[in-house]
């Protein structure tokens, strides 16, 4: 930190960051349109997104399915404190941005195939 490394990285990765963000909100809201609600935001590391018209237990079932095909991602409920909650997903972005399009591709997959049974 002296040496004036984290001040340059800062910078540096809320540039990407905010890519990753970009470009998963993009997809989310065009591929994933029907099923999900995108939740606004402007901090973190995560973008979460409300389920449409499935229970948190179906949401359990597609974090299941996506974990077996190699994305993980988590559903809301697990931060939630008590009952304020409503089922859907928390999708982390310190991966990669290579990686993404092909976590979002499986995860359409899992999502399919688990609300589909």
């Not at 304020?84 to 899992?110: C, Q, S, W």
Request: net charge positive.
């Amino acid at each position: 930190m002296e040496g004036g490394w984290f001040a340059r990285h800062v910078p540096r990765m809320r540039t990407v960051y905010r890519a990753r963000h970009e470009q998963i909100v993009g997809t989310l809201r065009g591929d994933f349109a029907d099923e999900l609600t995108v939740i606004p935001s402007a901090a973190g590391i995560h973008v979460s997104a409300l389920a449409r018209r499935h229970s948190d237990k179906d949401v359990a079932t597609v974090v299941a399915v996506a974990a077996r095909r190699g994305v993980a991602v988590q559903t809301l409920s697990a931060f939630a404190v008590g009952d304020a909650t409503r089922p859907g997903l928390l999708l982390g972005y310190a991966i990669p941005t290579a990686n993404i399009d092909e976590g979002l591709r499986r995860l359409h997959v899992a999502l399919s195939r688990a609300l589909r049974a």
